[in-house]
């Protein structure tokens, strides 16, 4: 079988006045019919589209909101990101109860989604900001995810040249990220192209599947690529990467290891591939990057952050890390609930 989690790039909203608010509601309205979600959902969406972005409005600095699908074992449901570098919180907990309020205001908002959301996370540091992370589904949530990620295009683009895959092929837990040479709607075909070839590649070690890549992309400009296999039965992560694609692995507490990527571009020439095994116990995780997220963070600047779910992870390494002058993406993946 393949797939497991499976989202589009969705689309950004800047954040940053009232009036902002009502077309997030209205585009998230209609993705929730698309998807079928059901009269009671969507207007159960609706609000928490409202109460994201008016959270933003009150209080953040630099807001963004990402909407888009995400499907799952056969189910679709709408998955909203909001994404601050407003003044933060001290205890998220606590203000997400009805009641809390920071403005004067009845705080009723974060409550709020809490209640409609079908599941829902979130990371929060004084001084540094917020991101929240929601889903909607008609009836109950899908099991947890164990890899989330984003993708960002550089300002003034459309469509970015970045892109991830999540696959399970026969047992085979597995991650793509990509990064299309150049920019604009060319990089965005190569990286597509590699993402279709991902979803058939057959279920083989990640050297075979990027070797399976670099030929199915062929006809593109090419890309950077890497492909990791986790596996946690046996304490493992299989790694192959081409070109400048970051991958580290993460432990709370200790310093990160960098994986190994080879020079070269797939889709181009005859490169080498090579995989890699490195240790993956209980408690890793994996991080990668295009060369749009600059590698100086620094986990001991975000205590707690590796045991919120990889789609809020990546959101904040994306916010901080993330430069607007480059295609960017981040993907997290862990082997363990």
Known sequence: MIGDVVADHGLWFRVESSGAGSGVRRAAERLGMQLELGERRV???????AELTSNLVKHAQEGVLLLRPVRRAGRAGVELVAIDSGPGMADLTVSSRDGHSTTG?????????????????GYSRPGRGTVLAVQ????????????????RPIIGEQVSGDGYGVRIAEGRRQVLVCDGLGHGPLAA??????????????????????????????HTRGAALAVAELDPAVGLLRYAGLGNISAMIAVEGERRRGLVSLPGIAGHHRPAVREYEYP??????LVMHSDGVVDRWDLADYPGLLGQSPLVTAATLLRDAGTRHDDAS????RGWS
């Open 330 to 333: 981040v993907l997290v993946a």
């Open 136 to 151: 909607v589904w008609s009836g109950p949530a899908p099991e947890p995810s164990w890899a989330g990620g984003l993708v």
């Open 43 to 49: 207007a159960d969406l609706a609000i928490v589209a």
């Open 105 to 121: 205001t009845l705080g009723i908002g974060l409550g709020a989604i809490a209640r409609q959301a079908t599941w829902y996370d």
């Open 189 to 218: 075909a190569a990286t597509e192209a590699a993402l279709a070839a991902f979803r058939d590649a057959p279920a083989a070690p990640p050297a075979t599947v990027v070797q399976h890549l670099h030929r199915a992309i062929g």
């Open 280 to 285: 993956f116990g209980a408690g890793a995780t």
